[in-house]
């Protein structure tokens, strides 16, 4: 047999073989260990709306350094490397949440956390996600907005078999995308429950103008009666609202360096949609739950609605000094607890008697406790006047109660007309910025506060 003929044999060996094994590998029939292949295989799977996904040739440093988002009152998850895949550990399980000083709810969440810690990957990361089930219910998670094999997807019984109380269930795919993502229970009970958290996938090449804080706000809506700490998940009112599973003034302020570019990832999960307002400065919206939007489509604006399972990100230069709030404008969603007149309400009275509305806030105060500061001036003649009170009597000031190294520096009783959806972006000059992020660091010396790193 002649050189040239043993060769088309041997190729055409070679060829059937790798063909046989993608195939079975497309069907789910064989795992695929080795991350390369994974990827390859997984790059047939997708067809993008932004065009068909192509490998690209590795640029010779490698991927950019990325600068990791900062979510507020809630941890990033921690991965092991195993060979080339990123591993991350992820429980479902309740978890008891302290949305206010003087109100702590019984929720469902990851890791011990509601919202669930953040994941954090770069663009062409393979990621294996090892996730328990310790609900007393059965579960799955899907990935909202990322692209992965059909039985990555998480819905029961179309993707996957629920996950069994006790059970565990290991999802692995590769992330060709870059972009603003959240991982979710695919139980609508179970989200109102507020089993949701961020899955950001950041850029292999650095995104253009450079940010430099970047911070992630996750809103969620609940329904707690009176006396209780269950969340009502049928319900279609809702009187605690929270970013990060907290409610002001408990929210801790994000803090920036004066003259710095500002990134905001902001994700819905929740019944209503919410118009989010950044006080004092002009914002771009440069991302969905897609990804990065292109150039062309950025204009200035202060107010975006961010619907249901939408994410949006915005961006601004931190140009003006001062703490300037970041809330959502309906107005109902500035407040807490509108749906009862009994306990465990910010909003503490419908008096409209000075000396017994007095009392009442003074009551719940000493309950936390924290000193209550007297409400804001009202006429003598005020009961003779129709229509009153609306905000008088509403102010509940509990600065020591929500102190922490953020929030030094704020006036006096600055927390007073804080409440639902409401928070801070504090942009400091230089000096106080350093000042600020010292406090913060020895508070906790692994905190990551800044990051000098391009995204």
Request: net charge negative; aromatic share 8%; proline share 8%.
């Amino acid at each position: 047999m002649s050189g040239t003929r043993r060769r088309f044999f041997q190729d055409a060996a070679f060829f059937g073989a790798g063909f046989l094994g993608l195939s079975e590998a497309l069907r789910g029939e064989t795992q695929v260990s080795d991350p390369q292949a994974a990827r390859a295989i997984e790059q047939g799977r997708h067809h993008s709306p932004y065009g068909n996904y192509k490998k690209k040739e590795a640029a010779p440093a490698g991927p950019d350094p990325f600068l990791p988002m900062v979510t507020p009152d809630v941890a990033d998850l921690p991965h092991e490397m195993d060979g080339g895949v990123k591993v991350f550990k992820l429980v479902a399980e309740p978890v008891k949440r302290k949305i206010a000083p003087f109100k702590t709810i019984d929720a469902w969440g990851y890791n011990g956390s509601c919202p669930g810690p953040t994941i954090q990957v770069q663009q062409g990361d393979r990621v294996r996600i090892v996730f328990e089930n310790k609900l007393p219910e059965a579960t799955s998670i899907h990935w909202h907005g990322l692209e992965v094999p059909i039985e990555q997807d998480g819905v029961p019984w179309i993707s996957q078999k629920p996950i069994a109380p006790g059970e565990k269930y290991v999802y692995e795919f590769t992330v060709h995308q870059e972009g603003t993502f959240f991982y979710h229970s695919h139980g609508a009970m179970q989200e109102m429950m507020g089993m949701i958290g961020f899955f950001v996938a950041h850029p292999e090449r650095s995104y253009k103008p450079r940010a430099d804080h970047d911070f992630g706000m996750i809103l969620q809506e609940w329904a707690v009666l009176p006396n209780n700490s269950v969340p009502n998940t049928a319900a279609m009112e809702f009187n605690w609202l929270t970013f990060n599973g907290v409610s002001a003034p408990a929210i801790t302020p994000m803090i920036a360096r004066l003259g710095s570019r500002v990134r905001l990832r902001i994700v819905n999960m929740g019944m209503d949609h919410h118009p989010i307002h950044l006080h004092g400065n002009q914002f771009l919206v440069t991302g969905t739950e897609g990804g990065r939007a292109p150039e062309s489509t950025w204009y200035p604006m202060n107010t975006v609605l961010v619907g249901v399972a939408q994410a949006r990100v915005v961006e601004f230069e931190a140009k003006y000094p001062g703490s300037w709030m970041v809330h959502c404008h309906l107005p109902h969603h500035m407040m807490n607890s509108m749906m009862d007149l009994l306990k465990d309400r910010a909003i503490e009275t419908a008096n409209t008697n000075d000396a017994k509305a007095l009392s009442q806030m003074e009551s719940l105060a000493k309950s936390v406790p924290f000193e209550h500061v007297h409400h804001s001036p009202i006429a003598a003649n005020a009961n003779a006047v129709p229509g009153f009170p609306q905000d008088a009597f509403m102010e509940m000031g509990m600065d020591e109660a929500v102190a922490k190294p953020e929030t030094h520096g704020l006036p006096p009783n600055w927390s007073a007309g804080m409440m639902g959806m409401m928070t801070l972006v504090r942009v400091l000059p230089n000096k106080e910025y350093e000042e600020m992020m010292a406090r913060i660091k020895s508070r906790n010396p692994n905190n990551q506060s800044e990051h000098r790193h391009e995204s």
